[in-house]
């Protein structure tokens, strides 16, 4: 019994070093996929509405060509939100900012959740191809926000950060002390 508790008291005592694996996320072949998905998703996007799109929304009913560039305007920010994250995390990776520099910039960045702004049966009524390319992009957003949300958490003081092992390993040596 006073073994377990020296273990644990000097577990919780140590100061361990984590492996961010967001991080090694961000610096890896699966982020450089991310990073071209997002890219290409860019140039498909800006290749539709400056062409086909155009003419469709052209074509569309008064209160559709309202969603359509309601939709179309918010479909750009958002694109273009992830694609300013993405640079940055590239630069990162790439030894041109550090991780400091970079959240610094990040500040500056805003990578928001954006819905749809149209309602259901409006939005169904849109283009296949824009509310496909909404979809995608909503898909990306995801990915990135949950990324980046990963990253924060890392870049938090690790006093700040709540350990749900360590918080464990106190209530049980709270409990062995009192016996």
């Not at 140039?43 to 509405?49: C, G, I, M, V, W």
């Not at 920010?77 to 990776?93: G, K």
């Amino acid at each position: 019994m006073q073994d377990m508790r020296r273990g644990i008291a000097m577990n919780t005592e140590r100061n361990i070093a984590t492996v961010s694996f967001t991080q090694r996320m961000v610096a890896s072949e699966s982020f450089k996929v991310l990073f071209r998905e997002g890219m290409a998703l860019v140039e498909e996007t800006a290749a539709y509405l400056d062409g086909p799109g155009r003419q469709e929304s052209r074509a569309l009913a008064r209160p559709s060509a309202l969603a359509y560039a309601s939709e179309s305007m918010r479909l750009t920010t958002r694109l273009m939100q992830m694609t300013s994250w993405l640079l940055l995390q590239r630069a990162v990776n790439e030894g041109e900012l550090s991780r400091e520099e970079a959240e610094r910039e990040h500040s500056r960045i805003k990578v928001a959740p954006q819905d749809v702004a149209s309602a259901p049966d409006m939005f169904a009524l849109l283009p296949v191809t824009l509310r496909t390319l909404v979809e995608r992009s909503l898909r990306l957003q995801d990915r990135v926000l949950h990324i980046d949300a990963d990253l924060k958490a890392d870049a938090m003081p690790a006093e700040s950060q709540v350990n749900p092992v360590a918080e464990q390993l106190n209530v049980l040596q709270r409990a062995l002390n009192l016996r």
